[in-house]
């Protein structure tokens, strides 16, 4: 028997079998698919990571900002 088909879209392995002599085709399935299998994994792990936030801009002027605009006109010469 000649293997003629494997389809996986199904999340499982279905190989489909054919004798060139008689004609006979038969199928088996292999179980659950590899891509199935961590697409779960992936999905389990983002589930329990704990949710970073995201950071915040900052919304005042660092303060070395300030430091550099005043020292322009407090500068004594």
Not at 15 to 35: F, I, M, P, Q, T
Not at 40 to 65: I, K, L, T, V, Y
Request: glycine share 6%; hydrophobic share 35%; aromatic share 10%.
């Amino acid at each position: 028997m000649d293997q003629t088909d494997k389809n996986t879209f199904t999340g499982r392995v279905i190989r489909e079998y054919e004798c060139r002599k008689c004609g006979h085709s038969d199928w088996e399935d292999d179980g659950v698919a590899l891509w199935q299998v961590l697409h779960d994994a992936n999905m389990a792990a983002a589930d329990a990571a704990p949710a970073q936030p995201e950071p915040q801009p900052s919304q005042e002027r660092p303060a070395w900002f300030w430091q550099r605009l005043t020292g322009l006109f407090l500068r004594k010469e």
